[in-house]
């Protein structure tokens, strides 16, 4: 159990039965009234961001979260398929909402980690960065730096990112899974 004041970001919690994950906290004070901590959570199952205040006398329960090392292996149809870190004959699927935004980074045999609850899958966790090749790239044009100097390519996943001119067809990129920007070219 988290006492009010002990519920701050990073921190996971149960609210009304689903886990969610303290992305903001701000412990107040309003005149003489008692102190209040204003959370925004984000359901780890649904995505959706909330926003909870917790008084003085409440108190939360902090969420068992298990982590699982799973291989991703394709997709198929809205079906993202993986199958254990150990083995890979236990195969199992699950839907497109439940790998998110973050699923258009997987390449096919990467190991991930999935977050469990309940002994459910909720979410995955990606490397904060991957390295992908690039499958389409415009030539950079001379001059052409109205845009500031930057170009759309395709990666090896099928998605589209902004990079500099210098980015070129076959070049191996790192890219933030977060913010799904461009960091830098590897090779």
Known sequence: ??????????KCIVLDGDPYEVIGSHVFRKQQRKPVNQTKLKNLVTGKVVEHAFHQSEKADEADLGKKEVIYLYKNRGEWWFCEGNDRSKRFRVGEELVGAAGKFLKENTS??????????????LPIKVELKVTEAAPAVRGNTVQGGVKQVTLETGTTVNVPMFVNEGDILRINTETGEYTERVQ
């Open 112 to 125: 991930v980690e999935a977050l469990l609850f309940d002994d459910a899958i909720i979410g995955f966790k």
């Open 1 to 10: 159990m988290l006492a009010y004041n002990e519920i701050a970001q990073g």
